[in-house]
């Protein structure tokens, strides 16, 4: 089957850096995207690795590696704002699949 | 104004009864989609469409049918609506043009209640 397993919440200090891990059970997929979600919100694009490597966007970066079946998402400097759910996601046979999400709770 | 829009926002509808909703968007895109959340199971997807002629069913479209009126239109139909289809509802869309990202814009989702 096609299943993207991530961390159901993640806690973390504003000010630090968290990662949030993605690994999956698929192959023949293109590449690996992440996705935020605010509460009350709709998802937002966040990355998209298509090589194995760092991505990295300001403060957000995203690593794949396709020989591990393993991905992430490290965000730094955190910010309260940056509280919110993410979701990586893979395109395959012409689909997004999503992961079931991971819950950022950042303390003060 | 926003580029993927969804009516209505909010629906309490009950048990048995026919409900649709829409999307509609103005980022020029083929592609649409039809997703459902709920807590705990991430976004799953219900319907998609490549262009207005392309239908094709997702995960889980038992209990649903979509139609794609327009390019830039694409409804979501229950036919009788069941309480446990109570979710969060999302349209989205992407560009082929995107090549294999297939980056999905959301609208702003409808929260659908089942009594």
Redesign the interface.
Known sequence: GQSLEQPSEVTAVEGAIVQINCTYQTSGFYGLSWYQQHDGGAPTFLSYNGLDGLEETGRFSSFLSRSDSYGYLLLQELQMKDSASYFCAVWRDDKIIFGKGTRLHILP | DADVTQTPRNRITKTGKRIMLECSQTKGHDRM?WYRQDP??????IY?S?DVKDI?K?EISDGYSVSRQAQAKFSLSLESAIPNQTALY?CATSDRLAG??????????TRLTVL
């Open positions: 989609y705990g199971l991430g976004l799953r997807l998609y490549f094709n997702g999302f294999r990202t297939d980056t999905q814009y959301f609208g702003p989702g």
